[in-house]
């Protein structure tokens, strides 16, 4: 087996999606010196993180996490090769890793009974051919063997981009946009909500508002990104999201 990967490595490099140097067998998507190097947010070391309390002024989430801040070009260089480069296999192996550091690190884990990945409209996804937030979703089921549900939840409206709105834009763009498939599969249940990255929070909350009605769910949220100018929970949120991304990012 080792073997094997040793010549498939050998006849097909891999590269890092942050610096492009080859990888060695045992890296996974990112090198270990920038792995090393990436700027993680510990949220999960501290007791109710800024990205909770955010998320608390929109809807009653229980625990919220995101592995990176999305303040320079290595965190872009990820989610762009997960996105736009036709490489999703990213988004399983920063599962696995984002997934053994929670569980070596807290209890982050202990009460969930599923994952969810954020659906994408079916024109997007036929557009891309595959739904980021599965493959990050498949990565963190394979490392704690919590399992994803997935045709709970479906999106049944494509709205444009969130860019350039304003925070009552933004609402309004999101409303209804979901729709809850199977409420008896989710009930009782502690979800896992899944994303790529999180900039205003308005498409994570509309999806979770939807989940919640199913009888006596809880709900957690996960991503690899937060953008570094989210919104803090005591300043108004009127900045278009342009401006807090820094770029043209669309879902
Ligand atoms: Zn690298």
């Known amino acids: ?32 010196r920038c792995l090393l ?21 929109q809807f ?25 480069h036709a490489n999703p296999n990213t988004g399983i192996d920063i599962g696995h ?6 569980q070596a690190e807290s209890d982050f884990f202990s009460t969930i009974n599923c994952i969810i990945p954020m659906p994408l409209h079916w024109m997007r996804q036929l557009k891309r051919s595959y739904n980021q937030s599965y493959y990050i979703a498949k990565g963190i089921s394979q490392s704690t063997s919590i399992p994803i549900y997935n045709n709970v939840v479906k999106r049944i409206k494509n709205n444009p981009s969130q860019t350039q709105k304003n925070h009552t834009e933004r609402k309004t763009n999101v409303a209804n946009i979901f729709k809850l498939t199977n409420p008896t599969k989710i009930a009782g249940k502690h979800i896992l909500l899944i994303d790529d990255v999180v900039t205003t929070g308005s498409t994570i909350t509309s999806c979770a508002i939807e989940l919640s009605k199913a009888p006596n769910v809880r709900i957690s949220i996960l991503t690899l990104a937060i953008a570094s100018r989210t919104p803090s929970p005591t300043s108004p949120n009127d900045i278009p999201d342009s401006q807090i991304f820094g770029m043209l990012l669309t879902e």
């Open 60 to 84: 009653p989430i229980e625990k919220a996490v995101s592995f990176f801040h999305h303040d320079g070009n290595k965190v872009r260089s990820i989610i762009y090769a997960l996105k736009y």
């Open 97 to 102: 890793i984002y997934a053994q550091e929670l």
């Open 1 to 32: 087996m080792t073997l094997h990967k040793d010549i498939l490595d050998f006849l097909f490099p891999r590269h890092c999606v942050v610096c492009n140097t080859t990888l060695s067998i045992h890296e996974k998507s990112i090198c270990t």
């Open 37 to 57: 190097h990436l700027p993680r947010t510990d949220y999960h070391l501290v007791e109710h993180s800024p990205l909770e309390k955010f998320f608390w002024t």
